[in-house]
């Protein structure tokens, strides 16, 4: 059961645009919020992370909005870049479960 | 690179057989998660050990089994194999045995169940 919905599947964007994932989770109990990038042959990696207190969180280009009632949060990248071309995944950790559930990805392209 | 390594890269076994899976984790870490990723979509997880312990486990079978060595590396065993078991499986090591720390993953060993 997918307990995390990404969208969209894939996302084509020129360079320098602004490139935006969403995700939505169903399970309240969720209180870790990791994005992930992963290349091809490679495994994911962290990019960024959020807990449900804060409503944004911002690394360089990358930025996480996090709305806690609608049971939403999405990555925006801005000035996006070729190399930023890779596939990214939302997660939401349960501490109950102890285990880290994933979106189910979205591959981006950044045409130069 | 992570420091996480996995053997072998790529295994192909036929359906019924037994496979293991072997995973190095980053020095300093004691918790490894296991997951496996089918084509096109996101990691599921399998199970996490931490100290030696199962430590957290996803919705998967019995006949996927682990462990974890006193050096902290580990190994993913799963019995039976079914086609739908083809897919990439990675590992991910952390500090700390909770979700919430870094995870940093390995490439991955490739299954195919012929």
């Known amino acids: 059961q997918q307990q995390v919905k990404q969208s969209p599947q894939s996302l084509i964007v020129q360079k320098g645009g602004i490139s935006i994932i969403n995700c939505a989770y169903e399970n309240t109990a969720f209180d870790y919020f990791p994005w992930y990038q992963q290349f091809p042959g490679k495994g994911p990696a962290l990019l960024i992370a959020?807990?449900?207190?804060?409503s944004e969180k911002k690394e360089g280009r990358f930025t996480i909005s996090f709305n806690k009632s609608a049971k939403q949060f999405s990555l925006h990248i801005m000035d996006s870049q070729p190399g930023d071309s890779a596939t990214y995944f939302c997660a939401a950790f349960n501490n109950a479960g102890n285990m880290l559930t994933f979106g189910g990805g979205t591959r981006l392209m950044v045409k130069p | 690179e992570t420091g996480v390594t996995q053997s072998p890269t790529h295994l192909i076994k036929t359906r019924g057989q037994q496979v293991t899976l072997r995973c190095s984790s980053q020095?300093?870490?004691?918790?490894v998660s296991w997951y496996q990723q089918a084509l096109g979509q996101g990691p599921q997880f399998i199970f996490q050990y931490y100290r030696e312990e199962e430590n957290g486990r996803g919705n998967f079978p019995p006949r996927f089994s682990g462990l974890q060595f006193p050096n902290y590396s580990s190994e993913l065993n799963v019995n039976a194999l079914e086609l739908d078991d083809s897919a990439l499986y990675l590992c991910?090591?952390?500090?700390?045995?909770?979700?919430?720390?870094?995870?940093?993953f390995g490439p991955g060993t490739r299954l195919l169940v012929l």
């Open positions: 959020i807990r449900p207190d804060v």
């Open positions: 991910a090591s952390s500090s700390g045995g909770s979700g919430q720390e870094t995870q940093y």
């Open positions: 020095s300093g870490h004691n918790t």
